[in-house]
């Protein structure tokens, strides 16, 4: 006799669950071995210092020790760059998504999604050069591993010692002698906030170049860093009306 066909849809749905859980079981099992495969295969990040200390001596400039990125500063970078940046682990989930979706609408490899973290690691490791999916994971993967030794604080003044901030200038304490002519812990507002555009497009938005472009990637700065709580809309006003250099 044949089975009743309610029983053979529940029996098919029953086969069914089965076989996506054992799908969704070797996936996860797939991506650990290569999580685990990138984790030991990726350089270790103990060095992370010492790798920024020998990218600043090449270029004449002196490492950020901790305590000396200005409040201001680190704020605007993480404002600009990385609003996620003391709540997330090196990566932003949503931000890799987001960029992912980008880039399949747009058929390129246009879009990093890009943490500080991650900006550090293209920096030291990668010397901004590698786009590819497999580049990408690497990024993932050392940014991992570097905020498994390093605090936030730690991050931001390795990235803050390397960046390059145009004109020459690596790092915020020799951008700040070559644009102000004076020690990073002497700039005020307008000037941290200046030095936290320039990242995007430092050679584009170099104030010595293109005075106008920085004068409203400052303005930019100011703005986003009052919406975010760091500094009051009146303060962002006071700072916008300095002159650029």
Known sequence: MDKPAHEGRVAGSAESGTGLR????????????????????????LGVRRLVATVDSAHGAVPLSQGQVPRYLADAIVAMEDQSFYQDHGVNLQGLLRAAAFDVVHLCKCQGGSTITEQLVEDIYMRGSDRSIWGRWWDIVLALKIEDHLTKNQVLDAYLSQVYLGNGAVGAQQASHIYFHQPLDGDSLAQ???LAGLPQAP???????NPEGARERRAAVLEQMAADGYITFAQARVADSQPLL
């Open 22 to 45: 054992w799908a969704a079981a070797l996936i996860t099992v797939v991506a650990t071995a290569i999580f685990a495969g990138t984790w030991i295969a990726t350089p270790s990040t």
């Open 192 to 194: 941290l906030a200046l």
């Open 203 to 209: 050679s584009l938005l170099d104030p010595l170049v």
